[in-house]
């Protein structure tokens, strides 16, 4: 019956028209399809805006502050973020440094339902009505960093968090490089109808390496991307690389399912469709293997094994 549901909320969204034109109200656009909601809480592409709210109740229970710098000591407190997302937050920085010599500092990682209330409430009394809060300010639920994998970003060079910072060379190299860490920029310029929020250069948000490039690629929101990846097998979405899940997405965007149609069959089993479904969207000279161990550091059950002591280096390496 749930298969149902969202194949009829799928087929509703993939009829209306995507490329959104200023003429199409911003009502129509600001309610995400109804497959959105597909996603677990924990899942890390789990959508959370204006109109799909978190309780107070949903906590993480895998937060951890990374080691990475912040403006003041005590803004430590504030930074934290679930495990896997922190770990890739280090590796960013320690890229941004290395490649780059930008020295970035984190503001703002987990926030409770609790500060979310506070925050929005003096918004409120600021501001002097609830309206005029909610254009700023998310109400309490309403936003990501309750996930644990929304991080506020700075830089040495650009203390502020305002739109600013995406003009500064710190804010340009994370747009072009957070999606080797699993980040996308959340909220882009052109997406504020479908997001809910106005441009934020600063904010970030973890999805993992593979869905970060192929949103990358699609050039995207999240919001859109979801909806479209709630037709294909659970097993695609947590295996598939950049290279399939892009491909597969702008298929499915202007009707193909031709390749979703190998997926859902599985031919060849998981693995074997996996491979099939991949053919069609690989660069040249690109096998299915490279194009897998791009986005997945840990090595796969196909792949060679690899020793231990490789890893600190490859999580770099592999990125490029
Ligand atoms: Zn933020």
Redesign the pocket.
Known sequence: MKKYLVFFALIIFLSTPLAGTAEQTAASQSAPPAAVSTFAQDDTLFVVNKEVRLTSEYIPQDLVTPRVPTRKKSLQDSIQLRGDAAMQLEAMFLAADIEAGHTLYAV?GYRSYGIQQINFNNKVDESGSRDRAMRTVAPAGASE?QLGL?M?IQSKNFLNLNQGFGETQEGIWLMENSPRFGFILRYKKEWSDITGFSY?PW?FRYVGVAHAKAIQALDIPLETYTAYLAALPAYAIEGGSDVLLAGLVKDLMVGNQQQLGILMSKTGGEEGALRGATKKYLPDNTTYEQALWAVYPTPRPTSAPRLDDDEEVSLFQIGG
């Open positions: 703002s960093h929304a506020d934020e904010h």
